[in-house]
């Protein structure tokens, strides 16, 4: 298998991936709060993680992906402070908060798909793994992290002596910078709830019994808790946004590897954040972009993800609906292209296999702490050789594409082939590839599904092949 590497938030460095498990790689990611719609920034965030899951399948590697839904215990502010931001979207709505949750789990998989972001293994619910989220606070509680007050269980983070590494939290001076506390019975400024109780006097839609008493779970507990339950202690990669590093994997970490004994992820990658020209974008804010909106402005999802590769993931991008529209010229004359080379490719040569040095360029490319950039650039490359075949562009391409998820194998032809239907044109390609490989049986038995559908493929002697309808 070809290196990889991958810039580690642990390390800050980028180091090259190997695997627990030969040719398998575990992978969790931070999936949405589901009271409200995914914004255009949050969407970058899984673009990145889509990225880096067709890298590792491009490579080769059985992925196993989890991602949480989170529809309980995510309050408004990471102080664990204010309201659940699910109870919040209820009032809003007025539905119940399930109801709500069902709702934006929906929307959210839609915008997924119409990115063409391919779906975790398992998406898992963390009103589903209650018990194992309290059973990790028992395990924490046993090993002394804990300690209780009015309002929760919380962890005791001067207990964990490596509390705040991966973040590079200067502890000492967040004490010396303490100010008047929220929540003055805390005994650290960075410790946080692990169990919420409901308050007194209301009753809440999501809550649970505990050997504490009644309530619901902090929010970092469900991703320890799940990505344990599904990866085992000790798994590979585990991602999300770069403002997840202070606070919410840095209590992840804190959770998973006190109560197991064991180091919890050996990669950690973040992606930078997507901001408005005015500033940041934010959800809990209710006034933010969603993908449906830049469909109503006539920008398709597809645009929207080249946007998003023309960008290194490390680097913060500027959303203005100028740069989009750039974006969006960009794809249209890739397609542009694509579209005649495919016309010309069913007339054109097969393959000659001189394409190793653009496959060479491409996979060094990606595996580079996934630099995708860089591989759009080598797709036009490809598009604009003078010495390639038709045949051989389109190969390349669709092959650059399971990384790039830009849609090229269901592009038509545009040109005189344009009259063949496209199954026909997809049995001759698939015969093209055959032969490539030397399979030739299979190549055989392709023409002759093309010939038993009415078509008919001519070869020539220098590789050339056309495809006819029988009269
Ligand atoms: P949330 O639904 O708020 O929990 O966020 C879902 C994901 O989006 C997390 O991985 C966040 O880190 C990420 N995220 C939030 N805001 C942005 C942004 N403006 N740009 C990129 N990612 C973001
Ligand atoms: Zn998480």
């Not at 590697?61 to 408004?76: A, E, F, S």
């Not at 990669?237 to 403002?243: A, K, L, M, R, V």
């Not at 032969?435 to 050339?464: C, P, Q």
Request: aromatic share 12%; hydrophobic share 35%; proline share 3%.
């Amino acid at each position: 298998m070809e290196k990889i590497y991958f810039y580690n938030t642990l390390t800050r460095k980028k180091e090259e991936f190997i695997p627990i498990a030969e040719g398998k790689a575990g992978m969790y990611t931070c999936g949405p709060t589901v009271y409200n719609y995914a914004h255009i920034g949050n969407l970058r965030s899984y673009f990145f993680e889509d990225i880096l899951k067709r890298v590792l399948l491009y490579n080769g590697y059985k992925v196993n992906h989890i991602m949480n839904i989170t529809d309980v215990g995510h309050l408004i502010s990471d102080e664990d402070e204010g309201e659940d931001k699910m109870e919040k979207g209820s009032a809003r709505e007025g539905k119940s908060v399930w109801e709500i949750a069902e709702f934006f789990t929906e929307a959210f998989k839609k915008d997924i798909s119409l990115l063409n972001i391919i779906p975790p293994t398992v998406y898992c619910r963390a009103t589903d793994f209650i018990q194992e989220q309290i059973e990790m606070v028992k395990c924490l509680e046993a090993k002394g992290f804990t300690y209780k007050i009015t309002d929760g269980i919380y962890y005791d983070t001067s207990k964990f002596p490596d509390y705040g590494k991966m973040a590079l939290l200067d502890i000492e001076g967040l004490k010396e910078g303490q100010r008047v506390e929220i929540n003055e019975e805390k005994r650290n400024k960075t410790d946080f709830a692990l169990w919420k109780f409901s308050p007194k006097d209301e009753q809440r839609q999501m809550e649970w019994d505990t050997p504490w008493g009644r309530g619901f779970p902090g929010w970092h507990l469900e991703c320890s808790a799940m990505s344990i339950k599904y990866l085992g202690n000790h798994f590979d990669i585990h991602c999300g946004g770069i403002d997840h590093v202070p606070i919410h994997h840095t209590n992840e970490i804190a959770q998973a590897e006190a109560c197991t004994g064991e180091k919890f992820v050996n990669y950690w990658l973040h992606g930078e954040f997507l901001i408005e020209e005015n500033g940041k974008m934010s959800k809990s804010k209710e006034e933010f972009l969603r993908l449906q909106k830049l469909i109503d402005k006539g920008y398709s999802p597809l645009e929207y993800r080249y946007f998003l590769l023309m960008t290194h993931y490390r680097k913060k991008i500027k959303f203005s609906y100028g740069n989009l529209d750039a974006a969006r010229n960009g794809y249209r004359n890739l397609i542009g292209r694509i579209k005649e080379i495919k016309a010309d490719s069913y007339a054109g040569r097969i393959p000659t296999g001189d394409t190793e040095e653009f496959e060479t360029r491409f996979r060094k490319s990606v595996n580079d702490d996934l630099n995708v950039t860089e591989g759009l650039a080598i797709c036009w490359e490809v598009l604009k050789d003078n010495e390639l075949s038709s045949a051989d562009k389109i190969l390349l391409i669709n092959n650059f594409d399971k990384v790039l998820g830009l849609g090229f194998a269901s592009i038509k032809p545009e040109g005189p082939a344009e009259k063949i239907p496209e199954e026909i044109t997809k049995l001759a390609e698939q015969r093209i590839q055959a032969k490539a490989e030397k399979k030739f049986s299979e190549a055989d038995r392709l023409r002759d599904e093309i010939t038993g559908r009415g078509y008919k493929i001519t070869d020539d002697k220098n590789g050339k092949y056309t495809i006819t309808k029988n009269p």
